[in-house]
């Protein structure tokens, strides 16, 4: 294991090093260059006395044409930002609530990621406009929430199964540990003890 963990640092340490020599002066020598043709651009138009392809102008106004591309949505009425309003301050309230029933630690955190949730749909759909904005919008936050879920999944199955190989990481010796040992598991309470041994 210390053989394996020896070469990853080194490799490490290689690329490190590659980055710092071989990147770091490409991406300068790139950026002279661009600078450079523009500034050079710049100065022979000005002496022949023509406009730099590099000035901004105004477009030249192009034909209306009949589109099917969605108009973007006005703001919403006073009324509807309101009762979202009062809608994010009661789920507060309800999160704050949820705390304070005293529910094992399983089940508290099983609520407060639905009202965090509840409140977060109620942001994207208003305050960030997805909700009546146009559909890209709508791809790319579907197409977060996939990669998110992706993401979430790997890890989850990642944690579940490192006790397959080391015994020692699993949440199950922690737990038979501290039982063996006569104490509460750390981040347990007295009533989650209880409810784990029904």
Same mark, same amino acid.
């Given at each position: 294991?210390?053989?394996?963990?020896?070469?990853?640092?080194?490799?490490?340490?290689? !690329?490190?090093?590659?980055?710092?020599?071989?990147?770091?002066? &490409?991406?300068?020598?790139?950026? /002279?260059?661009?600078? %450079? $043709?523009?500034?050079? +651009?710049?100065? =022979?138009?000005?002496?022949?006395?023509? @406009?730099?392809?590099?000035?901004?102008?105004?477009?030249?106004?192009?034909?209306?044409?009949?589109?099917?591309?969605?108009?973007?949505?006005?703001?919403?009425?006073?009324?509807? =930002?309101?009762?979202? =309003?009062?809608?994010?301050?009661?789920? %507060? @309230?309800?999160? /704050?609530?949820?705390? +304070? &029933?005293? &529910?094992?630690? #399983?089940?508290?955190?099983?609520?407060?990621?639905?009202?965090? !949730?509840?409140?977060?749909? *109620?942001?994207?759909?208003?305050?960030?406009?997805?909700?009546?904005?146009?559909?890209?919008?709508?791809?790319?936050?579907?197409?977060?929430?996939?990669?998110?879920?992706?993401?979430? $999944?790997?890890?989850?199955?990642? *944690? !579940? %199964? #490192?006790?397959?190989?080391?015994?020692?990481?699993?949440?199950?010796?922690?737990?038979?540990?501290?039982?063996?040992?006569?104490?509460?598991?750390?981040?347990?309470?007295?009533?989650?003890?209880?409810?784990?041994?029904?």
């Amino acid at each position: 294991m210390d053989i394996v963990l020896n070469i990853l640092v080194c490799f490490g340490l290689l !690329s490190v090093g590659l980055a710092f020599v071989i990147l770091l002066p &490409l991406v300068g020598n790139v950026l /002279v260059a661009v600078f %450079t $043709t523009v500034f050079a +651009e710049k100065a =022979y138009a000005q002496f022949r006395g023509e @406009v730099s392809g590099t000035v901004m102008s105004a477009p030249k106004e192009a034909p209306a044409v009949q589109s099917d591309v969605e108009e973007p949505h006005g703001p919403a009425a006073l009324k509807t =930002y309101v009762g979202v =309003y009062c809608a994010l301050l009661v789920l %507060t @309230v309800v999160t /704050v609530g949820v705390s +304070e &029933l005293g &529910l094992i630690m #399983r089940e508290a955190v099983f609520w407060a990621v639905v009202v965090a !949730s509840m409140k977060a749909s *109620l942001v994207i759909a208003w305050f960030m406009h997805v909700k009546g904005g146009a559909a890209i919008n709508r791809l790319i936050l579907s197409t977060s929430l996939f990669f998110m879920m992706v993401f979430f $999944t790997l890890t989850m199955a990642d *944690l !579940s %199964t #490192r006790d397959w190989v080391f015994e020692d990481e699993g949440q199950w010796a922690t737990i038979k540990e501290a039982q063996n040992k006569g104490e509460l598991p750390a981040g347990w309470s007295a009533a989650e003890s209880a409810a784990e041994t029904k």
